[in-house]
């Protein structure tokens, strides 16, 4: 085995583990910072992948923005209360039986999949995929109106987010 | 530097107009010089030693509105004091607050004095001042043990926190007072230590007992 | 050398692990949580397949897909600070009423 | 031998190693130079008890917070509350590995998304503080903590955009590019976008949670903020935590903005002498601690401060020969500057009252954001336009910069308008 | 456009930063090293109590009045005295409290000889309450002073 | 986690103090918050309660007056001064010149070193530490005065009843007029730290504000009712001592908010330097102690109530006589306590942080407020 063989089996262990952390745990805060650990073994997977961006937006953006934004919620919101209802809704066992068998059967196709080598290729070495300027440039050449767009259903979210929070007028 | 002080220059427009919302209150003049200016060591004349009746259209004024409610008008060293019975309290006060009675606007000070042997043992007292006429007034409402005297929290805002003291260290309750309770003094505290019959020397023991878990030092 | 099925895999548990939370749970902050993960996945499979590939594209949709689980955040969050507002409950059972 | 220092990880380890003993060292004696200078401002000694001058007591404080009794309130959350200081320091310290000391060798670590890595792993810092507060199940804590991840995440906002406009003259995420490109220049970024170092500097203050924005931990309201119900050592850990997050605003803004580990004038060659300015501020550290000493009255002390004269002395000669005075020219140029910039924030903490919350707020939103931003669309509009030329960039830069002010403080709180309360 | 300069220059943030810096300078600096260095302490200090004797003949000046033990406030002080054969009062006893004494001078003022008198040693504070009731014998002799080791 | 958050539509209660650094000592202050807006409050005092005002029952007319200096311990010389008037007053003496200028003098730089300290601890609420340490220096030269001259610094028992029981030390004049010299400037220092800043303007304007019509309503005195806009002071309105015979202009404020109320605490002490001035011109040699016996018994059935213009506000003693060397009643009129009032009226729709301002710029002193 490898070191980025051994690199990517702890990361994924870490990040199923804590998955799995976040939807069993009673406190939301505790889920929370499960969650927060997933995000960062992927983002280790990333690093795994050469893919440095994404890694830096992930910790940026998803650690640092998105989740601190959570646990802002979390702390205003009541999480006694929550704590004290029932942790799973009512048609919990129909819905674990659904996703049971998603899982069976994305596994199963992979499985399959897997004999067949096409996709699984080496890459060849060289320039590596994962070159923050080449990102840059693809972003804003190729895909410049969907970064445009992007944008703006950001502006709307933002716009929308400070409406909703808003405290209504009596 | 030395002389050139940062303060408005008297007169200015600050003094002139306050605040917008604030009541017409004239600024205040000092009264005019004494006479003995440089106070020398000529014999001053002997100080009175006790109360002399005092006469003013003030107590006039009372005496006509409200007939048999106010007695005791006394003077002693330029401060003017008298006597008011416990259920016309609020109408003197009113009446002391409006322009008529003096606009004693300001309750400078409330409290009490306990005489325990007379019949009505406690001597209420508010000292009121009146901004318009530079002048201080003392009112005493005299009130039995267990006796309850209006409050004035009506009359006077600031009574509020001066009536709970009074409550607290003499037990004289006040009626309709919004929040009276004890205010130095634990809730719990049994007693009213500035009655002359609460010995200095006795601490609630029960109390020192239950909540500060020790024996009481006296 | 990763074998590019240890992804798929990966993200194929992580996908499965969303959707449990999204199905059974009550609490509404912690299905949004579960849909940051479903959403983890996806990113997973496209930087994979990037890395595979030798294309940016799939890192450039990635990012795409951060920038959407940062408005679905501000969006789902600002909604569940309204409705703790009104109902007080974070709890997807109880938010039935059309309005309130 | 050989070969276990040129292998990668073997090298790294040992520079980790030495990075983290000398940045713990830096924190603890930044601390006394807080409480000394603090002093001094405030027609004060400061720490003079333990050890000659007080120099012992960064390690008397480390002993006391050590031997402190450890208290976890009755219903904390225990594992995170134990666990939040740990993450504070972790993020603060692991930082460093991407901050480039000097040229070569002088880095642990170069990545090329250098910049990105340092806000991403500085912005994780902020759990420590979040959890910390949470857990404590206290009040106090709470809103300590939420004004501080409401501060953290609106200030990181005005500080990434001011880092942007450098990135832009830069071109580069690298920071031993960064700093390369200054020397290259002949000028520091400072020089060219003086607006985006103000706004970095500000948001950098906010960032650490120090004085005017120390609300977080603001004593006289909060008692302490998020750290009210921390004792002992794990108190120690995010008071070391905010010291070194200190160092590293500090250091960014150095190496972003005043030419890193560069000798200032790097390209004028004729001023060579400076190049012995660490072997005359050895000499000069040297003379002055004789003074002190002769000065004191303690036979102690004058032992204490001989040996240290003589030591000082004795580096001085180290550092004179021309090998070593070329190898350590950056890193004393980096300490030096960093210095300067740690002194700028111990002397707004004796300066200024505090921000109300409100007014933190609209300081990051209303007046940051909006001059960081121009700043930023002006420095890249100039960039296109004449390319990298000091004059116009410096000018169009000052003019942007004075006019968004200008225009955000309009309707300002400096204005004699005073907000009335809000009814209930 | 003084104003406009405080906006956008920040001129009033740094005329306090000029300030503080300026208070760098060493002669500045207010503070007293108290142990190494004991500060002046006024002549008329009220500090611990002490018991006048002559100095020529080392016989007590107090001639057992009782008048400082009425003075004092807090009923601290107890003189004790016997008639001597020509019916003189003649000092026996002599204690203070110094634990209740809150240092007024009442008793200073009161004493018609300067017999006691509150002296100018201020380094009085103790942990324990016990020793700080003085008999006639410490008053006389005056504390241990105090001895600062660095 | 506790039962309420900040987003519940119930609303939080916050205790502050008795143990908080910005209370000034042990004043509680139950807090009804929504967020971090204040929605009401409520004060818990007493945790100092000593019955100063039963002790003074049991002493007689001199042994009290050491006590009123642990009232108001920042300002132990004005709360001594108040006291001795209130009995001379009831025993009808007059006092020779030299003792009134001396008092004055005195009085004055106690109501600068009064107001010195509030400054530093306000600035420090606010979070500026390095005006404390400056104004504590000034304090501690006008401390040192104080203890040349009577031999205690904080509760100096400086007067007694009839007159003074130190005459003037040698160097008196001279420390004085140093300290009013240097002290100017001084306070220009805090000015620059403080006046002009903008965090400090923002954070104390439009803070707090107190009408000039509440303020009257409830009591309020001294330093608070002139930052409202009235122009009231005793040492005018009232002349006590000599303070009709020296110049002073009162300063007032317009707004009535904290940032005014700091305004004319700093004027007033310009103010107090030129009062100082005035004195120290008009101190000749002479006798210092009026006619007093030595024994002090005011008439029976006698009652007088003195105030005079504490730093704090109006402080005032009534004082009942039954012919004894007793005392009957002493009833001092605190002016921390019934500013403290108008406290609740203050912070109502503040934040929490103007709450600190606001505790602040009432200048309490929990001895007084408890006595």
Known sequence: M????????????????????????????????????????????????????????????????????????????????????????????????????????????????????????????????????????????????????????????????????????? | ?????????????????????????????????????????????????????????????????????????????????????????????????????????????????????????????????????????????????????????????????????????????FDGHPDLKRILLPDGWTGHPLRKDYDILRQDTAWVRANLKIESGQ | MIPIHWYLFLSAGLLTAGVIGVLTRRNVLVILMSIELILNAVNINLIAFSYYFHAVTGQVFAIFVITDAAGEAAVGLGLIIALFRNKETVNADEMDLLKW | MQFLFRHPLILSSIKILVVFMALSGVVAYLVYMERKVLAFMQARLGPMRVGPW??????????????????????????????????????????????????????????????????????????????????????????????????????????????????????????????????????????????????????????????????????????????????????????????????????????????????????????????????????????????????????????????????????????????????????????????????????????????????????????????????????????????????????????????????????????????????? | MNDMLRKIFLTDLLKGLRLTFSYQRPEATYTEQYPLERPPVAERYRGAPRLNNHPATGETLCIACNLCALACPENLIVVGWERTADRKKKLTTFTYDLSRCMFCGLCEDACPVDALELTQDFEIARYSRDGLIWDRQMLEEGPEPTRYTR | MTETTFLDANELVINMGPQHPATHGVLRVKLKLSGERVLGSECVIGYLHRGVEKIAENRTYAQFAPYTDRMDYVAGVTNGMGYCEAVEKLLGVELPPRAQWTRMTLAELQRIASHLLWLGTHALDLGAITPLFYTFREREEILSIFENYCGARLTTHAFRIGGLQYDLYDEFENDIRKFCDDFLLKIDEYEQLLTTNRIWMGRTQGVGILSAEDAIALGVTGPVLRGSGVRWDLRKAQPYEAYDKVEFDVPIGEHGDTYDRYLVRIREMRQSVRIIRQCLERLEPGPIFGKVGKVIKPPAGTEVYHSIEGPKGELGYYVVSDGTVNPYRVRIRPPSFVNLQALDKMIRGHLVADVVAIIGTIDIVLGEVDR
């Open chain 2, 1 to 173: 530097m030395t002389d050139e002080l940062k303060s408005p220059p008297p007169g200015g427009p600050a003094e002139a107009a306050g605040p917008p919302t604030a009541p017409p209150i004239p600024a205040v003049t000092p009264p005019a010089q004494k006479q003995n200016d440089a106070p020398s060591l000529k014999p001053a004349p002997k100080p009175s030693v006790k109360p002399e009746p005092w006469v003013s259209p003030l107590v006039e004024a009372l005496q006509e509105r409200f007939p048999g409610a106010v007695s005791d008008c006394l003077i002693f060293r330029g401060q003017p004091y008298f006597s008011v019975r416990g259920e016309e309290l609020i109408a003197v006060a009113e009446f002391l607050t409006s322009g008529e009675g003096g606009s004693y606007v300001f309750l400078t000070d409330l409290t009490a004095v306990d005489y325990p042997k007379r019949e009505k043992r406690f001597e209420i007292v508010y000292q009121l001042y009146s901004f318009a006429r530079n002048d201080r007034l003392r009112m005493k409402v005299l009130a039995a043990d267990g006796e309850k005297v209006p409050s004035v929290t009506g009359v006077w805002a600031g009574a509020n926190w001066l009536e709970r003291e009074v409550y607290d260290l003499f037990g004289v309750v």
């Open chain 1, 2 to 170: 490898t070191l980025p063989q051994a690199t990517f089996l702890i990361l994924s262990a870490t990040a199923l583990l804590s998955s799995v952390m976040v939807i069993t745990r009673r406190n939301v805060v505790h889920s929370a910072i499960w969650l927060i650990v997933a995000l960062l073994s992927v983002g280790g997977i990333y690093l795994v992948l050469q893919a440095e961006f994404l890694f830096a937006v992930q910790i940026i953006l998803y650690v640092g923005g998105i989740m601190v934004l959570f646990l802002f919620v979390l702390l205003l919101v009541n999480v006694d209360v929550a704590m004290r209802q029932a942790l799973f809704s009512r048609q919990w066992g129909v819905a674990l039986g659904t996703a049971i068998l998603l899982l069976a059967e994305l596994v199963y196709g992979l499985w399959r999949g897997q004999a067949q080598p096409a996709i699984a290729a080496a890459p060849a070495s060289g320039v590596s995929p994962g070159n923050t300027q080449a990102v840059g440039m693809a972003l804003y050449q190729k895909y410049m109106l969907p970064v445009e767009l992007a944008s703006l259903l950001l502006l709307v979210a933002m716009v929308g987010a400070v409406i909703m929070t808003q405290k209504r007028f009596e």
């Open chain 4, 54 to 424: 007080g120099l012992l007591q960064p390690i008397a404080d480390g002993l006391k917070l050590l031997l402190k009794e450890d208290i976890v309130p009755a219903r904390a959350d225990k594992a995170v509350f134990l666990l939040s200081p740990v993450i504070s320091l972790v993020a603060a310290f692991s930082v460093f590995a991407a901050i480039p000391y000097g040229p070569g060798g002088w880095t642990i670590t170069n990545p090329n998304i250098g910049i990105l890595l340092i806000l991403g792993l500085s912005s994780l810092g902020i759990y420590g503080i979040i959890l910390g507060g949470w857990a404590s199940n206290s009040h106090y804590p709470l809103i300590g903590s939420l004004r501080s991840a409401a501060q953290l995440v609106s200030y990181e906002v005005a500080a990434g955009i001011a880092v942007v406009s450098v990135l832009l003259i830069a071109n580069s995420l690298s920071l031993v590019v960064i700093v390369n490109r200054q020397q290259q220049m002949g000028v520091w970024n400072v020089f060219l976008n003086p607006v985006a170092f103000v706004v970095y500097l500000i948001a950098g203050v906010a960032e650490t949670n120090r004085n005017p924005f120390d609300l977080p931990e603001a004593e006289s309201e909060l008692t302490g903020g998020f750290h009210t119900e921390y004792s002992g050592f794990r108190f120690s850990l995010y008071f070391l935590a905010e010291y070194t997050n200190m160092v590293l605003i500090s250091s960014l803004a150095v190496v972003l903005f005043l030419g890193g580990w560069l000798r200032p004038f790097s390209s004028l060659r004729w001023l060579w002498p400076l190049d012995y300015a660490p072997v005359v501020a050895l000499v000069g550290a040297g003379a002055f601690v004789l003074w002190l000493g002769l000065q004191s009255r303690v036979r102690g002390e004058r032992m204490f401060f001989a040996a240290l004269a003589i030591l000082c002395a004795a580096l001085a000669g180290v550092v004179g020969i021309p090998l070593v005075l070329s190898s350590i020219q950056g890193v004393f140029w980096l300490t030096v500057k960093v210095l300067a910039v740690l002194y700028a924030f111990i002397w707004y903490r004796a300066t200024f009252p505090r921000y109300r919350f409100d007014q933190l707020m609209t300081v990051g939103w209303r007046r940051l954001i909006p001059v960081a931003l121009s700043s930023l669309i002006v420095t890249a509009t100039m960039l296109i336009w004449t390319g990298y030329r000091v004059v116009p960039l410096l000018a169009a830069n000052l003019l942007a910069g004075i006019l968004t002010a200008w225009m955000v403080s309009v309707r300002g709180a400096g204005n004699r308008s005073r907000p009335t309360r809000e009814a209930i």
